[in-house]
């Protein structure tokens, strides 16, 4: 009851115009920031690892910036759950879209999409262009697990293969043409992870980039969606030359240049990374934990 009552404020909110919707979204944010102890904590906690070199105050504000961005996006979100498709394009420009074309020509593609905060509204952007694949992990609560397929899904039949489901799907999706969209910057536990650095810290991190890639012959193609600057501008999708001489062959090497890749682009935006979630969660054995 309670998850069907908050989609349909959510559903009220895609009605009102961009820079009113952008606004209320950073006031939700600020909300979360102020009652949500556990995630205030573990963004402060990631802020800490990640920008030693800013003291306190700075990392506070920073906090602040990242909440008020994570609100906007999460409003600006239900534009890309309920509106229609031309609202949705000027919602997200996408720019450098001849590097998606010439590399899905080419043969099997892994769009390589870390977890800025306005990720969702770049898969359902791109699901607009071009069917493809991509991971789905699915949610505890049912009706809100239902939502988010529908939504992922509204345009086209965008295949969503179950992490609990292994990569055979996803290895024969891409043999057989489709882009995966994937977000492998997520702590999901030791297993199938490397330890490798990102932000100078350990961080258990998924190697299945290099190696979907060495078993498909699949190009990896990276693309970062930023939010506008001010509330109410669009977003830009944009992506990245494919990687050239990639994988290697060696699964570590190859998962830390991901990550330096993705920490690159979250310093650029730092406010805009996704914070909220434990990213140094699982430790190296005889480390102490962070959260």
């Not at 908050?6 to 895609?14: D, N, P, Q, S, T």
């Not at 879209?97 to 306005?118: K, N, Y």
């Not at 669009?234 to 240049?257: C, E, K, L, M, S």
Request: charged share 25%.
């Amino acid at each position: 009851m309670l998850t069907r009552l908050a989609l349909a404020v959510l559903w009220l909110l895609h009605l009102l115009p961009r820079p009113l919707l952008a606004r209320l979204g950073e006031g939700i944010g600020l909300l979360l920031m102020a009652f949500g102890a556990e995630r205030r904590n573990v963004v402060y906690t990631n802020l800490a690892l990640c920008f030693p070199q800013l003291d306190e105050a700075e990392r506070s504000r920073l906090a602040r910036r990242h909440f008020r961005a994570a609100g906007r996006a999460l409003a600006d979100a239900t534009i890309a759950w309920w509106s229609p498709a031309e609202r949705i394009r000027r919602l997200a420009r996408v720019e450098g879209f001849e590097h998606f074309h010439r590399a899905v020509e080419a043969g099997p593609t892994i769009i390589l999409a870390p977890h800025f905060v306005g990720v969702d509204i770049l898969a359902i952007r791109l699901s607009l262009e071009h069917d493809a694949i991509s991971m789905y992990s699915h949610q505890k609560d049912p009706v809100f697990d239902r939502f988010l397929v529908s939504r992922r899904t509204r345009f086209r039949p965008i295949r969503l293969a179950s992490r609990q489901d292994g990569i055979k799907p996803v290895v024969r999706a891409l043999r057989q043409g489709l882009p995966l969209f994937f977000l492998p910057d997520m702590d999901f536990g030791a297993r199938d992870a490397v330890f490798v650095p990102f932000f100078g810290v350990t961080a258990a991190t998924v190697d299945a980039l290099p190696r979907l890639a060495a078993i498909t012959r699949a190009t990896v193609l990276p693309v970062i969606v930023r939010q506008g600057r001010r509330p109410g501008e669009a977003y830009v999708v944009r992506f990245f030359p494919t990687w050239q001489n990639y994988p290697t062959g060696d699964a570590i090497a190859d998962t830390r240049r991901m990550n330096a890749f993705i920490e690159a682009h979250a310093r650029d935006c730092p406010e805009q990374y996704y914070w909220l979630h434990k990213r140094f969660k699982t430790r190296p054995e005889g480390e102490e934990k962070f959260y």
